[in-house]
Structures are given as structure tokens and as C-alpha cells.
């Protein structure tokens, strides 16, 4: 473990971040994540730091210097300073007075596509020509309909929009045609890259095309190859066209076709399993790229009737040359990034592709926009060969390659619950992967990976200081105990029991220990609402439920949702007993105090101490308590303490140590005993290493056989949250001493 890959920036130059040479591909292959940058620091001065702002299409300069992307709520073109990629300053925000729909730059302006409609029946919108420095809107061309995607030729000479006129989804179930329908808009630029036809823009006809809904179609998204062909997606008819921008004919068109994704989940349940498959669905692609000027690559994320769950490589005829099937899938699944809530819709739904050439090579960049993460591969001209996984942050949507300065930006969405959107950068040259740091291996009895999330506990083996034990939360339906291997770089899930037996539907499984006479100790957490008890479970080696332990009736009802998150065995006084970290306070608590429960299984009896919470740090408020208990012998105790922050308003995420030498635990009604506590580590530090959203729940504790002291987060099954697992070697325990 203590080889786990936590460099920054190994072997790149100062030259390289900064725009003035590249790294070599034979000694450099990968991105490594070097800034995220919350969206909410280029509101206005004295703007309301909680207003919303948006991060959706992302597009720059020609010379990678300047950022542009698109605030939908904020109606804003937003330019930011990319001179320092590892330390992005505001520029300016344009105001629009509508909704940027996507956003693309020329050597001379900015170009927006604002949607300008009042209802689905008059729609409207145009063309915003914007100063390459975010100072002003020099002109506005009228696009005839509502826009969506933007795009303009690599010489300059033409501008092409997608104009959707998208249909009401509450209008007879969404089922196409719905009038008006879309079109391509095209505008013939000048050496100034000033619309020479602004006020009579081109227009090229698109109905008749397409097998579905043919006077309806709806231009999704727009790409432009150095042939000045735009390959066009309109998604909804599941149908692809391709247009000559200089004659504004359509040369070529197709059906999109359907694909398959086998041993991938599809239940209405929480689980990230290979229950099935996805069999002769639709593509209806979203977004598209040019790879050269006879190929090009879909992202076919779907919309009313498909989304086949994966990309598909096309030439200019329209034949399929690669479809990745269940690739995107299982790549959520062994790295934990599944959004199991969306497995009978349509799944990590593949929205955004970008390709760019790198180290010499041309790469592919296909982002989920549910599973938060972006996959690299490389072309080869046939089937493309996949290179690395990449973590971002909630909802990816708009990708964007700047291969002059080894650069790759992300535009990450969403900005709700607490979560803020961002702009990810990322940095070609290094030599390995930063991320993932747990991957899984193939499940025996499906064709597929073992599918994992929410890693909510960690206990090392006592005889072996490779293996780990994990459980995870009550996200999902299956609550297991994982096998970790943590000798390999990234750790191996190679193995999972199921938990079977529990008198309720569903645990909470928050804490896992070794028990010392065979299996483990389980805490699961309890939620009164919900019909979940506050549980400490002994159960075997094979997940059987063998004893479930309550608290006394008159402290249950003193309880409330924040309780058993850690657990542990320890030894006292020649008794094996059982500690319990409650995470919070409960009503029978004095504030910034929580219990710490003390089980004695040879007397079937409950004694509690208190522990001292740490008072709130973060400007955001919140709450601190406990998420970890971890025994270090002879008394002593490593506790996991963390506020409910993430982001920049993250401020506690600490390791202490307490003893229980000398205190005698309370039955249940007497005073407890205020145990002492020590600060011993801070690991905020250790989780802004990898340069994203400082993650809120580091939730998992333990210190191996061999002493070292392994952290893992949380990752709330990719709902709502980055999805981001993160496994530390934090060095040996006696750090704690």
C-alpha cells in the first residue's frame, strides 16, 4: 500500500503548464486532475455567493489562455483567465438577457447560441457575437428558432447552429411531432469572423430525413470537419445528417440504429449489478465530434424512446465502425461510479464527446453525465483502445481538448443540494494514474464487474496486511462485506458477502470490525422513520446474521437518524468487549457531545461515555460528529471526526485519540463520563491531494496487520455527490502516538 500513487505533477515542466512546450507520449501517457474551480467565484463583486451558477458547454481561445463557458441560469457567457492553469482568475460575464445554450471561439470572437423563447410554440433565439475578452456583445444575428449546439469551421469561414425547437415533454407524453421544427442555421463569416449574412441567416431544411417523426426534426448537436461538413445529431428522431455548409445541402443521412449493452443492470433498484441487458435500443446520440474528415463519434445518451449506453464510431456513410456496447457500463461498475438509481432508465447516460490529439496520439474523451466520470481512449483506427478513467465533478456535460497546451477542461453542471458547479482542468504528462484508487474485479457468477459503491467502513484482517474488509451503506439494497486486496495499485475489490438474516429489509451498515472469535462485528444505523433499528450485528465469516444486538428501550427513544457509524473490538481488564461510535447527538445529549456505546457480549450489557465534538469551523455552518472508531490496543481508540462539508467549505476532517484507561462507562440513566480527546491528524490535506471537490465523508478507518492506517471515503453511490472513492495510505499508525 505504501506505493499508492499520490504524486502531483511528476515530470512536467513549468513550460508545459504553461502553454510553451509539450510532454513527450514515450514517457508521459496520462491526465492528471490540476485545478477544479467553483463557478460561483465569477459572480459579480458583492454578488450573493449562493446564487446559482452553471458550468454547461466549455470552449477556448485559440491560444488556451481564456475559458468560456456557458451560464444557463446566470443567462451569461462567463470568460475566465487560463493563463495559470493552477490558479483560473474571473475575467468578465456577458449578460445575454436569455439562456446560453452553448458557446464556441474563433481567432477573432466568442460565439453564443441564446434561446430566447417564451413557450414551445414561439420559439426564438439568436446569435451572440461576443469580445475575445468578455468585455462586451458586439452584434446579435437572429438563428429563426431556438438553438442548442454551436460550432465553427477550423478556417473560419462559417458558423453552424443547431436549431432544436425543442418539444414539451408534458405535451401528449413528449411523442413527437410537436411544431415548430428544428433546422440548421448557418452564417458565413467574414475575415473579422463578423456574420456577413446576420440578418438573413442560411437555413437548411432538415425534415424528410429521418424514419422518426420526419416533419419534426430536432438538431441536437453540431460538429464541423476541416471539409467544411457539419455531421449533425437530431436526437430525438434518432437520425444523423450531414451537411455541405458552403452549398447548405444535406450529402448524406442516416438512422442512428440501435445497439446492445449485455450484463449490465436495468432493475427499478439500487443496486450496480449485471441483472440484464439492454438489448436493440435506440442510439438518439447527443453529442458528436469530428475524429478526422471521414469519421466521427457519438455519444448516444438518449432522450424519450433509447440511449444505448455507450458510443459509437461512424464514418461519413454512415456505417457503424465501432459501438462500445456495454463498455461505459462495466467501466462504472469496477470503479464504483454506477448510478444504480438510473439503471432501469438509461443508465451512466454518455452525453459529451470531445477528441483531440495528445503526446502524438488522437483521444477520444467520452464523459456520463450520471456516473461523473469522462473516459479516455485512443484512436487506432479501428476499435479504439481504452487509456484511463477520469474523475469529475456532479453532472459533466461540456468537454473540451486544448492540445496546445496539453490541457483538457470539463464544465460540471450541476449546482444544488449543497453541491456547486465546476470547472475541472486536467493536465497531459503524467506517468501513471492519479485515480481510481479501487477498482473491482469480475463477478464470478455474472459476466460483468462486481459492482460496488458507498464505502462506508474498513477493518483490517489480523493475520494478513493486505486485506481489508469494507461494507457499504444502506443506498443500496444488497448490504455487503468487500474483500479489498491493497497490495495492488489501485486496490482490488476481489470478492463480496452478502449480509443475510437481519430481522429488517434493509441495514445501514456503517462500521465493520474483526471479531475475535470468527466473523465480524457489523454496526448498521438506525432511522426510527424508517423502520431501522439501531443495530450491532455479529454475523460470520459469510455474512450470516448470528446475533443482532439493540440498545435499552429508554435510550432508543432518545435516539435520532445520526447514530451507529463505527465499530470495534477491543480487550479490557481480561474481557473482550464492543465500542460504537454514535455519530451525533441525540436528545438526551448536552450539545457537542456525542456517545460512544460500550457493549459487553459476555454480560449482554450497554455503558456509555461521551465524547467532545468539535464546534462547527466552516462559514457554511453545518454539523461535526463521528464517522470512525478504530481500536490501536491497550485501551486506545483512533476516531474518525468530520464536519458535513465539502468543496472549500470543508474545515474539520481529523483524527484523534482517546482512551478508555481509567473510565469506567455508565449504565444507561447515570452520568456518563466526558472522555479526553487528542488531536492526531488532520487529513483535509490528504483529501485535497487530488485537486477536485474536497470530499465530505471521509467515512472509513482501519489500521492493517502490517500497522499501517488506511482512510477511505464515501461516495453516496454517486447520487448527488461526485462519486469519487478515495483509498489513503496515511503511513504507519504509531503517527498517532
Same mark, same amino acid.
Given at each position: 500500500?505504501?506505493?499508492?500513487?499520490?504524486?502531483?505533477?511528476?515530470?512536467?515542466?513549468?513550460?508545459?503548464?504553461?502553454?510553451?512546450?509539450?510532454?513527450?507520449?514515450?514517457?508521459?501517457?496520462?491526465?492528471?486532475?490540476?485545478?477544479?474551480?467553483?463557478?460561483?467565484?465569477?459572480?459579480?463583486?458583492?454578488?450573493?455567493?449562493?446564487?446559482?451558477?452553471?458550468?454547461?458547454?466549455?470552449?477556448?481561445?485559440?491560444?488556451?489562455?481564456?475559458?468560456?463557458?456557458?451560464?444557463?441560469?446566470?443567462?451569461?457567457?462567463?470568460?475566465?483567465?487560463?493563463?495559470?492553469?493552477?490558479?483560473?482568475?474571473?475575467?468578465?460575464?456577458?449578460?445575454?438577457?436569455?439562456?446560453?445554450?452553448?458557446?464556441?471561439?474563433?481567432?477573432?470572437?466568442?460565439?453564443?447560441?441564446?434561446?430566447?423563447?417564451?413557450?414551445?410554440?414561439?420559439?426564438?433565439?439568436?446569435?451572440?457575437?461576443?469580445?475575445?475578452?468578455?468585455?462586451?456583445?458586439?452584434?446579435?444575428?437572429?438563428?429563426?428558432?431556438?438553438?442548442?449546439?454551436?460550432?465553427?469551421?477550423?478556417?473560419?469561414?462559417?458558423?453552424?447552429?443547431?436549431?432544436?425547437?425543442?418539444?414539451?415533454?408534458?405535451?401528449?407524453?413528449?411523442?413527437?411531432?410537436?411544431?415548430?421544427?428544428?433546422?440548421?442555421?448557418?452564417?458565413?463569416?467574414?475575415?473579422?469572423?463578423?456574420?456577413?449574412?446576420?440578418?438573413?441567416?442560411?437555413?437548411?431544411?432538415?425534415?424528410?430525413?429521418?424514419?422518426?417523426?420526419?416533419?419534426?426534426?430536432?438538431?441536437?448537436?453540431?460538429?464541423?470537419?476541416?471539409?467544411?461538413?457539419?455531421?449533425?445529431?437530431?436526437?430525438?428522431?434518432?437520425?444523423?445528417?450531414?451537411?455541405?455548409?458552403?452549398?447548405?445541402?444535406?450529402?448524406?443521412?442516416?438512422?442512428?440504429?440501435?445497439?446492445?449493452?449485455?450484463?449490465?443492470?436495468?432493475?427499478?433498484?439500487?443496486?450496480?449489478?449485471?441483472?440484464?441487458?439492454?438489448?436493440?435500443?435506440?442510439?438518439?446520440?447527443?453529442?458528436?465530434?469530428?475524429?478526422?474528415?471521414?469519421?466521427?463519434?457519438?455519444?448516444?445518451?438518449?432522450?424519450?424512446?433509447?440511449?444505448?449506453?455507450?458510443?459509437?464510431?461512424?464514418?461519413?456513410?454512415?456505417?457503424?465502425?465501432?459501438?462500445?456496447?456495454?463498455?461505459?457500463?462495466?467501466?462504472?461498475?469496477?470503479?464504483?461510479?454506477?448510478?444504480?438509481?438510473?439503471?432501469?432508465?438509461?443508465?451512466?447516460?454518455?452525453?459529451?464527446?470531445?477528441?483531440?490529439?495528445?503526446?502524438?496520439?488522437?483521444?477520444?474523451?467520452?464523459?456520463?453525465?450520471?456516473?461523473?466520470?469522462?473516459?479516455?481512449?485512443?484512436?487506432?483506427?479501428?476499435?479504439?483502445?481504452?487509456?484511463?478513467?477520469?474523475?469529475?465533478?456532479?453532472?459533466?456535460?461540456?468537454?473540451?481538448?486544448?492540445?496546445?497546451?496539453?490541457?483538457?477542461?470539463?464544465?460540471?453542471?450541476?449546482?444544488?443540494?449543497?453541491?456547486?458547479?465546476?470547472?475541472?482542468?486536467?493536465?497531459?504528462?503524467?506517468?501513471?494514474?492519479?485515480?481510481?484508487?479501487?477498482?473491482?474485479?469480475?463477478?464470478?457468477?455474472?459476466?460483468?464487474?462486481?459492482?460496488?459503491?458507498?464505502?462506508?467502513?474498513?477493518?483490517?484482517?489480523?493475520?494478513?496486511?493486505?486485506?481489508?474488509?469494507?461494507?457499504?451503506?444502506?443506498?443500496?439494497?444488497?448490504?455487503?462485506?468487500?474483500?479489498?486486496?491493497?497490495?495492488?495499485?489501485?486496490?482490488? %475489490? !476481489? =470478492?463480496?458477502?452478502?449480509? *443475510?438474516? /437481519?430481522?429488517? @429489509? #434493509?441495514?445501514?451498515?456503517? &462500521?465493520?470490525?474483526? $471479531?475475535?472469535?470468527?466473523?465480524?462485528?457489523?454496526?448498521?444505523?438506525?432511522?426510527?422513520?424508517?423502520?431501522?433499528?439501531?443495530?450491532?450485528?455479529?454475523?460470520?465469516?459469510?455474512?450470516?446474521?448470528?446475533?443482532?444486538?439493540?440498545?435499552?428501550?429508554?435510550?432508543?427513544?432518545?435516539?435520532?437518524?445520526?447514530?451507529?457509524?463505527?465499530?470495534?473490538?477491543?480487550?479490557?481488564?481480561?474481557?473482550?468487549?464492543?465500542?460504537?461510535?454514535?455519530?451525533?447527538?441525540?436528545?438526551?445529549?448536552?450539545?457537542?457531545?456525542?456517545?460512544?456505546?460500550?457493549?459487553?457480549?459476555?454480560?449482554?450489557?450497554?455503558?456509555?461515555?461521551?465524547?467532545?465534538?468539535?464546534?462547527?469551523?466552516?462559514?457554511?455552518?453545518?454539523?461535526?460528529?463521528?464517522?470512525? %472508531? !478504530? =481500536?490501536?490496543?491497550?485501551? *486506545?481508540? /483512533?476516531?474518525? @471526526? #468530520?464536519?458535513?462539508?465539502? &468543496?472549500?467549505?470543508? $474545515?474539520?476532517?481529523?483524527?484523534?485519540?482517546?482512551?478508555?484507561?481509567?473510565?469506567?462507562?455508565?449504565?444507561?440513566?447515570?452520568?456518563?463520563?466526558?472522555?479526553?480527546?487528542?488531536?492526531?491528524?488532520?487529513?483535509?490535506?490528504?483529501?485535497?491531494?487530488?485537486?477536485?471537490?474536497?470530499?465530505?465523508?471521509?467515512?472509513?478507518?482501519?489500521?492493517?496487520?502490517?500497522?499501517?492506517?488506511?482512510?477511505?471515503?464515501?461516495?453516496?453511490?454517486?447520487?448527488?455527490?461526485?462519486?469519487?472513492?478515495?483509498?489513503?495510505?496515511?503511513?504507519?499508525?504509531?503517527?498517532?502516538?
Amino acid at each position: 500500500m505504501a506505493n499508492m500513487r499520490g504524486r502531483l505533477l511528476k515530470g512536467v515542466s513549468l513550460a508545459v503548464l504553461f502553454g510553451a512546450g509539450a510532454v513527450s507520449a514515450a514517457h508521459a501517457d496520462y491526465f492528471e486532475r490540476i485545478n477544479t474551480y467553483p463557478v460561483y467565484k465569477t459572480l459579480p463583486e458583492g454578488a450573493d455567493r449562493a446564487t446559482e451558477t452553471v458550468a454547461e458547454i466549455i470552449s477556448a481561445s485559440k491560444d488556451g489562455r481564456t475559458l468560456v463557458f456557458t451560464d444557463s441560469p446566470g443567462e451569461a457567457v462567463v470568460f475566465v483567465n487560463a493563463a495559470n492553469p493552477l490558479n483560473l482568475q474571473p475575467m468578465g460575464r456577458v449578460s445575454l438577457g436569455g439562456e446560453p445554450t452553448s458557446v464556441t471561439v474563433g481567432a477573432k470572437a466568442a460565439y453564443a447560441a441564446v434561446n430566447t423563447s417564451e413557450n414551445y410554440v414561439d420559439a426564438s433565439g439568436y446569435l451572440g457575437v461576443l469580445a475575445l475578452d468578455g468585455s462586451e456583445m458586439s452584434a446579435k444575428c437572429d438563428v429563426k428558432g431556438q438553438p442548442d449546439s454551436i460550432a465553427l469551421s477550423a478556417d473560419g469561414k462559417f458558423l453552424a447552429v443547431a436549431i432544436e425547437n425543442e418539444r414539451d415533454e408534458d405535451l401528449n407524453d413528449g411523442v413527437l411531432p410537436q411544431m415548430p421544427a428544428g433546422h440548421l442555421a448557418v452564417f458565413d463569416l467574414d475575415e473579422n469572423g463578423v456574420p456577413a449574412n446576420c440578418d438573413a441567416v442560411r437555413i437548411v431544411d432538415m425534415t424528410g430525413l429521418a424514419d422518426v417523426a420526419p416533419s419534426d426534426p430536432e438538431p441536437e448537436f453540431v460538429s464541423v470537419n476541416s471539409k467544411n461538413q457539419a455531421v449533425v445529431t437530431l436526437q430525438e428522431n434518432n437520425h444523423i445528417a450531414i451537411v455541405d455548409l458552403a452549398s447548405g445541402k444535406v450529402v448524406a443521412d442516416f438512422s442512428a440504429g440501435t445497439a446492445t449493452a449485455e450484463n449490465v443492470p436495468v432493475k427499478k433498484a439500487r443496486l450496480s449489478d449485471a441483472s440484464g441487458s439492454s438489448v436493440d435500443v435506440k442510439r438518439e446520440p447527443d453529442a458528436v465530434a469530428w475524429i478526422d474528415d471521414e469519421r466521427f463519434v457519438t455519444a448516444n445518451e438518449g432522450d424519450y424512446e433509447g440511449g444505448s449506453r455507450g458510443f459509437t464510431i461512424w464514418n461519413a456513410k454512415g456505417e457503424v465502425l465501432f459501438d462500445s456496447g456495454n463498455q461505459i457500463e462495466h467501466m462504472a461498475m469496477a470503479n464504483g461510479h454506477y448510478p444504480a438509481k438510473r439503471a432501469h432508465k438509461k443508465g451512466t447516460e454518455p452525453e459529451g464527446v470531445a477528441v483531440g490529439k495528445f503526446g502524438g496520439e488522437t483521444l477520444i474523451f467520452v464523459n456520463s453525465e450520471r456516473g461523473n466520470f469522462v473516459a479516455v481512449y485512443k484512436d487506432t483506427g479501428g476499435e479504439p483502445e481504452y487509456l484511463q478513467f477520469l474523475p469529475t465533478h456532479v453532472g459533466p456535460e461540456g468537454l473540451y481538448a486544448i492540445p496546445n497546451r496539453d490541457l483538457f477542461a470539463v464544465a460540471n453542471e450541476v449546482d444544488e443540494d449543497g453541491v456547486r458547479a465546476h470547472v475541472s482542468l486536467y493536465q497531459f504528462g503524467a506517468e501513471a494514474p492519479a485515480y481510481p484508487m479501487v477498482v473491482s474485479g469480475m463477478d464470478p457468477e455474472r459476466q460483468a464487474p462486481i459492482g460496488w459503491g458507498a464505502l462506508s467502513g474498513l477493518a483490517g484482517d489480523p493475520k494478513d496486511a493486505n486485506t481489508v474488509y469494507a461494507v457499504n451503506d444502506s443506498f443500496y439494497e444488497d448490504a455487503r462485506i468487500y474483500t479489498l486486496d491493497i497490495s495492488t495499485s489501485p486496490a482490488q %475489490i !476481489v =470478492s463480496y458477502k452478502s449480509v *443475510r438474516g /437481519a430481522s429488517q @429489509e #434493509r441495514l445501514d451498515l456503517e &462500521g465493520i470490525a474483526i $471479531a475475535a472469535d470468527g466473523g465480524f462485528w457489523l454496526a448498521s444505523e438506525g432511522n426510527l422513520e424508517k423502520e431501522r433499528q439501531h443495530l450491532l450485528l455479529k454475523v460470520s465469516a459469510d455474512g450470516d446474521v448470528q446475533e443482532e444486538i439493540t440498545l435499552p428501550d429508554e435510550l432508543i427513544a432518545q435516539s435520532k437518524r445520526f447514530s451507529f457509524e463505527g465499530v470495534a473490538e477491543f480487550e479490557m481488564n481480561g474481557q473482550t468487549l464492543v465500542a460504537v461510535a454514535v455519530q451525533r447527538e441525540w436528545k438526551d445529549d448536552p450539545k457537542g457531545f456525542t456517545k460512544i456505546a460500550i457493549y459487553n457480549p459476555a454480560e449482554k450489557s450497554w455503558g456509555f461515555v461521551h465524547y467532545p465534538l468539535d464546534a462547527p469551523k466552516s462559514a457554511a455552518g453545518g454539523w461535526v460528529g463521528l464517522s470512525e %472508531i !478504530v =481500536s490501536l490496543g491497550n485501551g *486506545r481508540f /483512533a476516531v474518525l @471526526e #468530520r464536519d458535513n462539508k465539502g &468543496g472549500e467549505d470543508a $474545515a474539520i476532517k481529523q483524527i484523534t485519540t482517546i482512551s478508555l484507561n481509567g473510565v469506567s462507562p455508565a449504565a444507561y440513566g447515570e452520568e456518563l463520563p466526558v472522555l479526553e480527546k487528542q488531536f492526531a491528524m488532520d487529513i483535509l490535506p490528504v483529501l485535497a491531494r487530488g485537486k477536485g471537490w474536497v470530499l465530505d465523508k471521509p467515512e472509513g478507518l482501519t489500521v492493517t496487520a502490517g500497522g499501517r492506517l488506511i482512510l477511505v471515503t464515501d461516495n453516496d453511490g454517486v447520487d448527488d455527490a461526485p462519486g469519487e472513492t478515495r483509498l489513503f495510505d496515511l503511513g504507519p499508525a504509531t503517527r498517532l502516538d
